[in-house]
Each structure stands twice: as C-alpha cells, then as structure tokens.
C-alpha cells in the first residue's frame, strides 16, 4: 500500500499496524527535527514517540493531503509547544513559527523571514476580529480540531470553520499589504 492508502486504511480502521508502517520511514527525520528545536537526544527520542501516540487520535480527525510534510510541521509546532510550556520561548516566537510553517506547506518558494515579517504577522493577527483571532490562534497556535474549538468557544461548529478560513485569508491579505 501507498502512503494515501495506508492513510486511509488508518482512518477507517484504527489498524496501529498501519500508522506504524507510515509513521516508521520518517521516525529520522522527525527525531533530527526535535534534536533541531530540544538540544537533547533523549528528550528528543521522546517526542517522536509522543508525536506517534498524538498521531494515534489526530490523524483519525484531520484531513491530510501530504503526509511528510503535515508530519514535519506538526513535529516542529509539538516541540515549539514543549519549548512554550517549558517557558524557553515566548508566544510570539511560537506564533511566528507556525505562520512559517504553514507558508512552508502553502508555497513552494520559500524565503527567509526577518524580524519585519514576524511584527507584521503579529500586527495582522490584532486586526483580526475576536472570534477569527481566537478560532486561528487556537487551530494553527494550539492545533486543536475543529470540534475543541467549538467546545472552547461555544461558537457552531460552522461557525468555527467559517472563522478560520476568513481569518486566514484576512491574515494573508493583511500580510501582503503591509509588504
């Protein structure tokens, strides 16, 4: 089976077998981007086997196109998470990282982000009305599913993916006129 297949044959079926035959080629990969962000190989060990557990149920939710690249992101946003709750960088470190990540993913020209870019996203994200600022920083920042972020905010389950697609778009077109 192909990565797609085996993707979702997992969805449907919750086989563990299946997650592990797609999740084991990248386990270097994953294990050289902790190392990258925690400095430490045993903490980074540890986070690719907490990656794999979190992938148990968050694949099961969300919709992924492609695979290697959806796990890197999420490897790096998991140890940007940790290093948070460690207190070793701020939310504005944490938020600028994952406005990158997810560029990463949506263009395939990238470029290096210089500590303009990382004001005006923050700039932008203030522009964005509460419940868009709320919905994107909770989806994109805290990577919960749409279905958390509704129980969090007690906005509709519509409304939630209503407020992360503007809020998105508001925040590019922030972005692009504050170039």
């Not at 925690?38 to 968050?58: G, P, T, Y």
């Not at 998991?78 to 990282?97: A, G, P, Q, S, W």
């Not at 407020?163 to 925040?171: D, E, H, S, Y």
């Amino acid at each position: 089976m192909d990565q797609k297949e085996l993707l979702t044959y997992y969805k449907q079926t919750g086989d563990l077998n299946a997650l592990g035959k797609l999740y084991s080629p990248y386990m270097a990969l994953l294990y050289g981007v902790c190392y990258k962000y925690l400095q430490d190989e045993d903490r980074s060990q540890d986070a690719v086997m907490q990656i794999f557990e979190e992938l148990i149920v968050k694949l099961r939710r969300h919709e992924v196109e492609n695979f290697k690249s959806w796990l890197y992101v999420y490897a790096r946003n998991y140890c940007l998470m940790r290093l948070r709750k460690e207190k070793k960088i701020t939310n504005v470190d944490i938020e600028d990282n994952l406005y990158e990540s997810e560029q990463q993913l949506n263009q395939s020209d990238e470029k290096d982000w210089t500590e303009g870019d990382f004001e005006r996203l923050e700039s932008c994200l203030r522009t964005l009305n509460n419940e868009q600022e709320a919905c994107v920083r909770l989806f994109y920042l805290e990577q919960k599913c749409y279905k958390d972020i509704a129980d969090i905010t007690g906005f509709d389950l519509n409304k939630v993916k209503s407020f992360i697609q503007n809020g998105k778009r508001n925040l590019k077109i922030c972005m692009e006129k504050k170039k």
